[in-house]
């Protein structure tokens, strides 16, 4: 099957350059919410929340994961229909190139008013975006572009390379699940502990491997990992310093800060110290960085799938 794998990645991500995800079409993710939202609904009451939280967290991503290694299994009985099942498949869990639409937008908006690029950005962070400045949009979005290429493009496709398809979808249940529930609020905070904790643990090493990816995609890139290294670990999230940090350390400016989510302000550290005026240029600076990056880690997963193939 392995062997199967490597034109369904070109595929599928040539298919996710050119579309972005399909808003006519339904999507595994809006799938996954609606099961998270089920689950959530009917156990977050009353006690042993965080027991709760771990039993539905276990169940959707190892039921996720089985049910997809079955019809992957008896799907390659036949090459053709698992070409092309992997192929949707890697198609639906890579999501570069929505948000880097999204993100132009964000500044395209602001050009046009501070509440239109509020309104923007909203679309794509989860803090209160309501009493943002010009700034602090602009640093929102960059910061969410620096994330979502490892939770969106680095991370699922390093789980491709270790667990093939099925294990790109758990992934994309494990993200759902953090980006849903995974919350130090009063809500979620017993509740949403598990989905947060698992979270951390599958973007441990996609989340550092992307900071080395956008390191050497930009000029200097000994000055970046230093950058990354002194910053890095200094955000609240234990893998979101790390590409936030790189991009920081490209466009020589300062991330991080206090954000406020669902009304309660979180403390959150400075990610560099050069708080200079970000513009449309640097917007098309990270871009150009996530785009090579991108384009590395295929190519390494591609390289990878072809020698365990030889080997």
């Known amino acids: 099957m392995t062997s199967l794998l490597i034109p369904s990645l070109i595929l599928g991500w040539l298919l996710d350059l050119i579309l972005g995800d399909p808003r006519r079409l339904p999507h595994p993710v809006v799938f996954f919410g609606r099961l998270i939202a089920w689950g959530e609904h009917r156990l977050n009451r009353g006690s042993h929340r965080r027991s709760k939280g771990l039993l539905l967290a276990v169940t959707l991503i190892a039921g996720i994961y089985g ?30 190139t929505t948000l880097i639409r999204e993100v132009r937008q ?18 794509i962070v989860g803090r209160d975006t309501s009493e943002l400045s010009a700034q602090e949009v602009r640093t929102a979005a960059l910061e969410t572009l620096a994330e979502n290429l490892s939770d969106g493009v680095i991370a699922p496709l390093f789980w491709l390379l270790l667990l093939g398809p099925a294990g790109m979808l758990a992934y994309k249940m494990v ?12 809500r979620y905070r017993l509740f949403g502990w598990a989905a947060a904790h698992i979270d951390d643990i599958a973007n441990y090493l996609p989340a ?9 995609s930009a000029r200097q890139p000994l000055r970046t990992l230093r950058f990354v290294r002194r910053y890095g670990p200094e955000h609240a999230s234990p893998n979101s310093g790390y590409p936030e940090a790189a991009l920081a350390a490209i466009l020589d400016c300062r991330f991080g800060g206090p954000h406020c989510y669902f009304g309660q302000l979180f403390p959150k550290p400075f990610i560099g110290s050069n708080d200079r005026p ?33 080997l």
């Open 208 to 216: 550092r491997l992307t900071a080395l990816l956008m390191a050497f």
């Open 175 to 186: 993200n759902t699940l953090d980006s849903m529930i995974g919350y130090k609020t009063e």
């Open 67 to 96: 049910l997809s290694t079955l019809v992957f299994h008896l799907a390659a009985r036949w090459p053709a229909a698992y070409v092309l099942l992997a192929t949707i498949t890697i198609f639906f869990c890579l999501a570069g």
């Open 278 to 310: 970000l513009s449309t240029l640097d917007m098309k600076k990270a871009v150009r960085v996530n785009r090579l990056s991108e384009v590395k880690m295929v190519l390494l997963v591609e390289i990878l799938l072809a020698l365990s193939v030889c």
């Open 106 to 123: 964000v500044f395209l908006a602001l050009d046009r008013s501070l509440d239109e690029g509020r309104r923007q950005v909203s679309r």
